[in-house]
T-cell receptor
Framework: AQSVAQPEDQVNVAEGNPLTVKCTYS??????LFWYVQYPNRGLQFLLK??????LVKGSYGFEAEFNKSQTSFHLKKPSALVSDSALYFC?????????????FGDGTTLTVKP | DGGITQSPKYLFRKEGQNVTLSCEQN?????MYWYRQDPGQGLRLIYY???????QKGDIAEGYSVSREKKESFPLTVTSAQKNPTAFYLC?????????????FGPGTRLTVL
């Protein structure tokens, strides 16, 4: 079975500071990991994914994420936060134990960037 | 403009009524999904379809029904048997069954039971 945890319900950072949104996962085989962002009353937008290869994945809007197999983590990062980054962020995982490539989503982390 | 559309954006239902939420995609994707989102919770899978004329129950299918008669359409019916239907409903699609394929989401429908 696969699972994903986002240990922080809320992350607050000041504009211009680096941000990290944490995600840890549990899978039977090799993980496929995804980050999405959701603005109020909108659908989820894809940010980036890790499939294989380089552990540092770069995505949209200046976000990146680092895959760490030993710590089973896939934390989302950005060097300099913007107020417009304030949103709800979801981590998702898949592995070979599921049917139809179904994803398991974390409960989400609300990021607030203050000016 | 390619993408996934959901309608209506807001939907109000009286208790005891069935309602149908629309989801259409022009991405030529084989797989489509319905999720339910409640405050403070992640997305929970209601139903999914890997190909036309085929669909499977997700984790919380009770009180819901779907059809997949066309590749581009995957409507969700919320029946009167669903005890707590007030939620935000998200439709998604992806190219196929591949684990690496990205899911793309529609803008969502907010259903409120009066």
């Amino acid at each position: 079975a696969q699972s994903v945890a986002q240990p922080e319900d809320q992350v607050n950072v000041a504009e211009g500071n680096p941000l990290t949104v944490k995600c840890t996962y549990s899978v039977s085989g090799n993980p496929y990991l995804f980050w999405y962002v959701q603005y109020p009353n909108r659908g989820l937008q894809f940010l980036l994914k890790y499939i294989t290869g380089d552990n540092l994945v770069k995505g949209s809007y200046g976000f990146e994420a680092e895959f760490n197999k030993s710590q089973t983590s896939f934390h989302l990062k950005k060097p300099s936060a913007l107020v417009s980054d304030s949103a709800l962020y979801f981590c998702a995982v898949r592995d070979w134990s599921t049917n139809a490539g179904k994803s398991t989503f974390g409960d989400g982390t609300t990021l607030t960037v203050k000016p | 403009d390619g993408g996934i559309t959901q309608s209506p954006k807001y939907l109000f239902r009286k208790e005891g009524q069935n309602v149908t939420l629309s989801c259409e995609q022009n991405l030529n994707h084989d797989a489509m999904y319905w999720y339910r989102q409640d405050p403070g919770q992640g997305l929970r899978l209601i139903y999914y379809s890997q190909i036309v004329n085929d669909f499977q129950k997700g984790d919380i299918a009770e009180g819901y029904s779907v059809s997949r008669e066309k590749k581009e359409s995957f409507p969700l019916t919320v029946t009167s048997a669903q005890k707590n239907p007030t939620a935000f409903y998200l439709c998604a699609s992806k190219r196929g069954q591949g684990l690496a394929d990205t899911q793309y989401f529609g803008p969502g429908t907010r259903l409120t039971v009066l």
